[in-house]
């Protein structure tokens, strides 16, 4: 079977690279398997300061494997939730490099970086509601980053939205022109990798202290939410329509 997510350390920055190309980094089962692994290799390694989340191609994540889905989600959203909170509850920093679009579950991810820098060109996009469903898992690490206004628009009318709006809602960290994206995240892994590993551990466990408590509280209620829309009628003919266009 083909890695689907690749792990490398060089010095304290451990990269993690997303390279599903076939379905533009859809959080497959295998996938999101391999990304919860490879975080937790990189979070429990002593010389690792950083870890720096990207893809291999264009398009950073499409969204649910809507080919999986399509068949029945059982256990696939309660295992996006241990991703989520592994990123979460790590001891090292996650930094997301977002060079390409995001849709959808993608977003979680997003969410549930410490920091992320995008390019300007780059559009995010929840279309969970044209789809019969609600972005319930991706919400625990989303809303808490939203404001409330944002997010009521971007969940209610699936609207594609640019980087610069995406930052504005409180979700992105940092917008550059694409040219200087690898500098920015070059920089911003730096600035981090000069913090001590108790420094960082203690520091990112007090900035995300109540959103790993709201992720353990709700995250049970929203992998079961989540699992019950993907498996309705509505849901099911939605996603089917999708794959035939």
Same mark, same amino acid.
């Not at 390409?100 to 780059?122: E, K, R, Y």
């Not at 992998?223 to 329509?241: C, I, P």
């Given at each position: ?30 996938? $999101? ?68 679009? $995001? ?13 992320? $820098? ?45 980087? =610069? ?71 099911? =003919? ?8």
């Amino acid at each position: 079977m083909t890695e689907l997510v690749h792990l490398s350390t060089d010095d304290a920055v451990a990269t993690i690279t997303l390279d599903s190309p076939h379905n533009r980094n859809a959080l497959s089962r295998q996938l $999101v398997t391999e990304l919860t692994a490879h975080l937790e290799t990189a979070d429990v390694d002593p010389a690792v300061r950083v870890i720096r989340l990207r893809s291999a191609h264009r398009v950073f994540c499409a969204g649910a494997d809507l080919s999986e889905a399509a068949q029945g989600q059982s256990g696939a959203t309660a295992a996006l939730v241990a991703m989520l909170r592994r990123i979460v509850a790590a001891d090292t920093p996650v930094v997301v490099e977002l060079a390409g679009p $995001v849709v959808a579950g993608g977003l979680g991810i997003v969410g549930a970086a410490d920091i992320v $820098v995008a390019s300007d060109d780059v559009t995010v996009q929840l279309t969970e509601v044209r789809l019969g469903l609600a972005p319930a898992v991706i919400s625990l690490t989303l809303l808490p980053r939203l404001t409330s206004r944002a997010a009521s628009e971007l969940f209610l009318s699936g609207r594609r939205i640019s980087a =610069a709006e995406a930052a504005a809602a409180g979700f992105i960290s940092r917008v550059v022109a694409p040219k200087d994206v690898l500098v920015e995240v070059d920089s911003v892994v730096a600035d981090l990798a000069r913090g001590t590993a108790q420094g960082l551990r203690e520091t990112k466990r007090l900035l995300n202290r109540n959103l790993l408590a709201h992720i353990d509280a709700e995250g049970g209620d929203m992998a079961e939410l989540s699992e019950r829309l993907f498996n309705s009628d509505e849901a099911k =003919a939605a996603m089917r329509a999708f794959l035939k266009r």
